[in-house]
């Protein structure tokens, strides 16, 4: 099925079909995420899952109104989002199991460089931080190395500092962002002198994951959150060199079977912006169809002096 085709037969689904709208060039794998988003609608419920917009619409709400960007042009402003970023955050985070706890447990974004990954996530991580309802919840921005781990971490600090009303509730500290009143906190971790043991993990961002040369990090941070009902894992990526062995590929790999339904995995949500076999790296259309945020945190001047 093609993005689109799905009669809109509810609020939810039309709001979707509004924010899909665009007139870039899309590639065959973001063709395959849109597609399979409007058919979780129609099939969905049937596996006793259920959409609820509202739970999707408050994370929107929260990064919208509490976030501001840091740097660049931007800095000071809110953090608006494009609606190719609201319609990936309310299926990542509308989708309920029938227990009422959310169906998805990873939300994997694969685009270009510059497209606002890294933002975004820091975003969420606050969110999940403060508002997702979770008592003495652990979010980690986790990596191999400690500088890459205090990128997204370091980012979550300015968003906070810049608002007197998260500042109300989030003591900041180097390396620890904490909220005192649900026990929770925010922190960088990485493998590189940090024991991950005796962790539990409501969050869990992991940025850059293609320069990931082993399991490490991966296997122990998603182990230790058996005891969490709706942890949340952000993994985050630009295409890496094709190594069967490292753990960013392996997980593209499923990424793509999701999407290609050779493996079924509704905790996976998967969004992939990225050229095709055979286009040309001069063509503005192969510019679009991994960079969706191409005129908006890119210019399109800056890749074509590159190219």
Known sequence: MTPGTLVAADPAVETMLKLFETDRELGELEQLARARILKAHEEWPAKGHWFDYDAG??????????????????????MLLEGWQKAIILQAFGWKRADGYRLHRTMWLELGRKNGKSALASALGVYLLIADGEPGAEVYSSATKRDQARIVFDAAKDIVNQSAALKEYVKVQRANLSVLRTRSKFEPLSSEGDTLDGLSPHGNIIDELHSHKNRVVWDKLITAQAARRQPMNLLITTAGIYDPEQIGWQLHD??????????????????????????????????????????????????????
Do not use: M
Request: proline letters at 5%; a negative charge.
């Open 57 to 78: 619409a408050r994370v929107i709400a929260f990064v919208e109104n509490f976030c501001r960007h840091w740097k660049g042009e931007w800095a000071g402003t809110p």
């Open 254 to 307: 499923h990424a793509v079977q999701i999407l290609n339904e050779k493996v079924e995995d509704d905790s996976w949500f998967v969004w992939i912006s990225a050229s095709d076999a055979g286009d040309d790296p001069y063509d503005l259309s192969t510019w679009e169809k991994a960079n969706p945020n191409l005129g908006v945190s890119i210019y399109p001047s800056f890749i074509q002096q590159r190219a």
